[in-house]
C-alpha cells in the first residue's frame, strides 16, 4: 500500500503524486511513519458527501465479539423467522471472508426523513423508507461511484453493500460512530435519527480511526416507548427482534399467510408494507428527525398510503409491475401486497351457499 511506509522502504518506492500534495504525518509511537491517513479519510469523507451521502465514519474492519454472539443467539433462538439468507454466519463475523486483505469499513448514512399526510380512510400505510425509488438502486449507484474513487486515486480494493449482503450493517454503524442502537434495534444517529439508509465499503486501505473515541449519546436510558408501542410485541428484549412477530416482516419478507393471531393488530395500525410504528415514538428521533434533501427520495411511486381497494383490483403481474417498478414495493410481488391489503380490509365475500330463492315470491 501506498499510504504506509516503513522507514527503510521510503526511498525505494516514490510517492505517487497526489500523496506528495499531501501533508504527511508522523505517529512515533508505532516506529512506522504513518502518512497522510488523516488526509485520505477527509478526501473520502468529502467525495462521499458530495455523491450525497450524509454521514461517514470508518471502523476496523472487525466485528465485536459482543455483536457476534448477539448474532448467533439470535439465530440460535430462531427470530429470523424464514429469512435463510439471515444463517450466513461466516462472512458476518469475518469480513476477511469477503475480502481477504479487509482493513477497514468505510460505513455510510443516508437520511430518508419524510412527513406523512394522515392516513385517509380506506387507505394503508406505506414505511417512509418504501416512498419513492428502492435505495438498494439509488445509493447502489453513489456507491458505485465511490468505489471507483477509491480504487482510482488511493488504490484500494473494495467491496460494498447496501442492505445487500452478510454485513451486520448496525453493528459496524455503530462502531464506526455513525450513531447508537436503541432497544428498538434501530441505528440512531445523532444527525438524523434512525431514518438513516446505511451502507458500507470494505476496503484494504488500513484508515480506521483507531484512537479516535466515539462521542457517545445518551441513549435509551428508562425510556421502553418502543418495546410498548409495538403491537405485535416483537421487540422482545431490549435490541432483539423476533422476526417472527414484527409487521415489518410478516408484511414484506413473509411469503406465507399473516398468522391469524396478527390479523387484528395489522388491521389496527394499517399497515400495508412495513412498519414505521418503534421509530416513530422514539424520543431521539422527534428532537432529530430533518425531511431528506435527497432528490432520489422526492418522487413517489408508491406514496406514503395506498388506497385499498386499488391494490386488490391489480389483475396481473405485469399490471402490478406498471405500478411499482423502481419501487421496494416490487419485493412483497403482488401476491404479497394484495394478502396484507385483505389483512387491513378483507373483501366482504358473497355467501358460498346463497338461499335458492323461489322465483314466484320475488318481487317484480
Ligand atoms: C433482517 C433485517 C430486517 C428484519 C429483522 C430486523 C432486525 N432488527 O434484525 C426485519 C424484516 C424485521 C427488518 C425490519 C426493518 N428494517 Co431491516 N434489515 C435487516 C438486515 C438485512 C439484517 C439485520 C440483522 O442482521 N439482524 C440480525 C440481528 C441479530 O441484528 P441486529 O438487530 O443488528 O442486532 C444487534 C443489536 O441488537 C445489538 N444488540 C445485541 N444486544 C443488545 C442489547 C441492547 C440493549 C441493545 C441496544 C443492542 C443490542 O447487537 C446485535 C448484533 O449486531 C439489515 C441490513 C444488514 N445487512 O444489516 C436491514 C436493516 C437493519 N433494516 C433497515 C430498515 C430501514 C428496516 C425497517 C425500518 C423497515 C420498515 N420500516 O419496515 C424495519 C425496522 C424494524 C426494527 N425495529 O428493526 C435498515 C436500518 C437502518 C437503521 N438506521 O437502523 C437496515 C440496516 C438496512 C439498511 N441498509 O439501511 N429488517
Ligand atoms: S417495526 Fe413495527 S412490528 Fe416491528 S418491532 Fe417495530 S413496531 Fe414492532
Ligand atoms: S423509544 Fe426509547 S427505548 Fe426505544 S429506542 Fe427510542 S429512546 Fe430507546
Not at 408494507?273 to 430533518?290: M, T
Amino acid at each position: 500500500m501506498n499510504q504506509i511506509k516503513t522507514k527503510k522502504e521510503e526511498t525505494l518506492t516514490p510517492l505517487p503524486k497526489f500523496v506528495k500534495a499531501i501533508k504527511t504525518k508522523r505517529i512515533a509511537k508505532s516506529g512506522l511513519i504513518l502518512e497522510c491517513i488523516d488526509e485520505m479519510r477527509q478526501e473520502i469523507e468529502k467525495f462521499a458527501k458530495e455523491l450525497g451521502f450524509d454521514l461517514v465514519g470508518f471502523t476496523p474492519a472487525k466485528i465485536s465479539v459482543k455483536y457476534a454472539d448477539a448474532f448467533t443467539k439470535w439465530l440460535e433462538k430462531g427470530k429470523e423467522a424464514d429469512m435463510e439468507y439471515m444463517k450466513k454466519k461466516e462472512a458476518r463475523q469475518n469480513l476477511r471472508s469477503i475480502l481477504p486483505d479487509a482493513k477497514t469499513v468505510i460505513v455510510l448514512g443516508v437520511n430518508y426523513y419524510r412527513e406523512q399526510k394522515p392516513l385517509k380512510s380506506g387507505h394503508g400505510r406505506i414505511a417512509r423508507y418504501a416512498y419513492g425509488r428502492d435505495y438498494h438502486k439509488t445509493i447502489g449507484k453513489k456507491l458505485k461511484k465511490l468505489e471507483n474513487y477509491i480504487r482510482e486515486v488511493h488504490k484500494g480494493k473494495t467491496k460494498a453493500y447496501v442492505d445487500t449482503g452478510p454485513l451486520l450493517e448496525k453493528a459496524l454503524a455503530e462502531q464506526a460512530g455513525i450513531g447508537r442502537i436503541g432497544k428498538n434495534s434501530c441505528l440512531i444517529t445523532k444527525d438524523f435519527g434512525s431514518w438513516t439508509f446505511l451502507s458500507e465499503i470494505i476496503t484494504d486501505l488500513d484508515i480506521s480511526n483507531k484512537s479516535e473515541k466515539q462521542e457517545i449519546f445518551n441513549m435509551c436510558g428508562n425510556c421502553k416507548l418502543c418495546m410498548e408501542a409495538c403491537p405485535t410485541g416483537a421487540i422482545e428484549e431490549p435490541g432483539v427482534i423476533n422476526c417472527n412477530r414484527c409487521i415489518s416482516y410478516l408484511t414484506i419478507e413473509n411469503k406465507e399467510g399473516i398468522p391469524s393471531k396478527f390479523v387484528s393488530a395489522i388491521s389496527k395500525a394499517k399497515t400495508l408494507y412495513g412498519c414505521d410504528i418503534c421509530q416513530e415514538v422514539c424520543p431521539h428521533n422527534k428532537a432529530r428527525q430533518r425531511v431528506s434533501n435527497q432528490p432520489d427520495f422526492q418522487k413517489p411511486i408508491a406514496g406514503d398510503s395506498i388506497n385499498l381497494e386499488k391494490v386488490k383490483s391489480i389483475k396481473t403481474d405485469d399490471q402490478f409491475l406498471k405500478i411499482f417498478a423502481g419501487s421496494p414495493l416490487m419485493r412483497a410481488k403482488r401476491k404479497g401486497l394484495q394478502r396484507n391489503a385483505e389483512t387491513i380490509a378483507p373483501t366482504k365475500k358473497l355467501s358460498q351457499n346463497p338461499k335458492p330463492q323461489n322465483i314466484n315470491s320475488q318481487k317484480q
